[in-house]
């Protein structure tokens, strides 16, 4: 049982390249997330699924898009990445929102 | 304005010791989450709860709903237990707000 997978686990990337974080969950959960982490700072939430052919904007969505290809996937794109989005990102589910959170294992990215 | 504040920062002790972490939060919620990240970033769930108390292991999760207040108690510390905790709160839709978290480190 392999959980939430999620790949790459690092990239660097130069200013205004792009790229997708894949992330994949295998215990059939409706409600899928991705965070990014920034030292001193909590996690916060980029963008989430509710549920299959829905995505809604979280807290800090400016320069990330996402597609929920379907129940099992959630990936996130930098169009054009910046130096400001150097950071941690990881991927989450859970079976419902108010339900336990697993988390993927992160990945660390670094924008030049 | 929603917000999760976790005391201490940091928190050193003996292998043995009884460890509290703190977490208080401004509003009503629907549930409270604690984390644990380890050395090597990975993110696991330890507690989901609402209210009242719940058990694994040597770890204690307790929430007072009225204080707007939850702990976490590690019994018997042990160095293994050495992570950085965080606790997260729904304030009653998808979105989690996360606090900074409690680097923990147990000393042999």
């Known amino acids: 049982n392999a959980g939430v997978t999620q790949t790459p686990k690092f990239q660097v990337l130069k200013t205004g390249q792009s790229m997708t974080l894949q992330c994949a969950q295998d215990?059939?959960?409706?409600?899928m997330y991705w965070y990014r982490q920034d030292p001193g700072m909590g996690l916060r939430l980029i963008y989430y699924s509710a549920s299959e052919g829905t995505t809604d904007k979280g807290e800090v969505p400016n320069g990330y898009n996402v597609s929920r290809l379907n129940k099992r996937e959630f990936s996130l794109r930098l169009e054009s990445a910046a130096p400001s989005q150097t950071s941690v990102y990881f991927c989450a589910s859970s079976e419902q929102y108010n339900s336990p959170l697993h988390f993927g294992n992160g990945t660390r990215l670094t924008v030049t | 304005k929603n917000e999760v504040e976790q005391s201490p920062q940091n928190l050193t002790a003996q292998e043995g010791e009884f460890i509290t972490i703190n977490c208080s939060y401004s509003v009503g919620i629907s549930a409270l989450h604690w984390l644990q990240q380890h050395p090597g970033g990975g993110i696991v769930s330890l507690f989901m709860?609402?209210?009242g108390k719940k058990k694994h292991g040597r770890l204690i999760a307790t929430i007072n709903i009225q204080e707007k207040h939850s702990s976490l108690h590690i019994t018997a510390s042990h160095p293994r237990d050495s992570a950085v905790y965080i606790c997260?709160?729904?304030?009653?839709?998808?979105?989690?707000?996360f606090g900074t978290g409690t680097r923990l480190t147990i000393i042999p």
């Open positions: 709860l609402s209210s």
């Open positions: 215990m059939n959960h409706n409600s």
């Open positions: 997260a709160v729904n304030f009653g839709n998808e979105k989690l707000t």
